[in-house]
């Protein structure tokens, strides 16, 4: 019943910009925190973006001054602004919506957005 949809991915030249979306339903969007994860082949899957929901974010050092994190509790979603790609970025990206109440954790993830960042 839960459903975390990324969109948005694609080819883009470095330095190019690029938005991803995700939307998210079955769950009350508002108190979940929402991040954004990248993995690359043969990589681990790293966090590059998340926005709690009282609107706090975090990022990834490299990401810094690059993307930017924001959330329409309106619309369920959550984006993922990306300026000044470079190739580095390459990865699929991950969504995930994740709440800690108690002792039981939720972790939801989507099926991740390839974004290619290419000449």
């Given at each position: 019943q839960v459903q975390v949809v990324e969109s948005g991915g694609g080819?883009?030249?470095?330095?190019g910009s690029l938005k991803l979306s995700c939307a998210a339903s079955?769950?009350?969007?508002s108190i979940y925190a929402m991040g954004w994860y990248r993995q690359a082949p043969g990589k681990?899957?790293?966090?590059?973006?998340?926005?709690?929901?009282?609107?706090?974010?975090?990022?990834l050092d490299s990401v810094k001054?690059?993307?930017?994190?924001?959330?329409?509790?309106?619309?369920?979603t959550v984006y993922l602004q990306?300026?000044?790609?470079k190739p580095e970025d390459t990865a699929v990206y991950y969504c995930n919506a994740?709440?800690?109440?108690?002792?039981v954790k939720y972790n939801y993830w989507g099926q991740g957005t390839q974004v290619i960042v290419s000449s």
């Amino acid at each position: 019943q839960v459903q975390v949809v990324e969109s948005g991915g694609g080819l883009v030249q470095p330095g190019g910009s690029l938005k991803l979306s995700c939307a998210a339903s079955g769950i009350i969007f508002s108190i979940y925190a929402m991040g954004w994860y990248r993995q690359a082949p043969g990589k681990q899957r790293e966090l590059v973006a998340v926005i709690g929901s009282g609107g706090s974010t975090n990022y990834l050092d490299s990401v810094k001054g690059r993307f930017i994190i924001s959330r329409d509790n309106a619309k369920n979603t959550v984006y993922l602004q990306m300026n000044n790609l470079k190739p580095e970025d390459t990865a699929v990206y991950y969504c995930n919506a994740g709440r800690l109440v108690g002792a039981v954790k939720y972790n939801y993830w989507g099926q991740g957005t390839q974004v290619i960042v290419s000449s």
